[in-house]
């Protein structure tokens, strides 16, 4: 299992380390990207308000966790959508309401 971060905060780009985190949960996707499945990844957000689009192509496994709880880290559509998730997406791994097996994706909140 691989841990990536995410500050907003921070004031480069940074390298996705507790100590200096990316600037973008973008950036932590496409580092996730480089990651073999089926390592599941834990992306660490801290608090904030993230204008962004994410894509997720071909990576599943992906665990968003917002550092401070549900209500810190928020994720929010510039104009469309904030996620747009297409592909292969990995080893399925929780069954959903027809009994087919998905990756699992967790989000905090949304807005937008």
Known sequence: MASIYVDQGNAGPGDGTVGNPFKTIGSAIADANF???????????EDGTYTE?????DRGNLNFIATNGPTGAIIQ???GYAFSISGD???PLSPDASGQTVPT???VRLNG
Do not use: A, F, K, Q
């Open 53 to 57: 689009t994410l894509v997720i192509n």
């Open 77 to 79: 559509p510039g104009s």
């Open 89 to 91: 997406l990995g080893t």
């Open 105 to 107: 994706i967790y989000v």
């Open 35 to 45: 990651r073999p499945l089926p390592e599941v990844v834990n992306i660490y957000v």
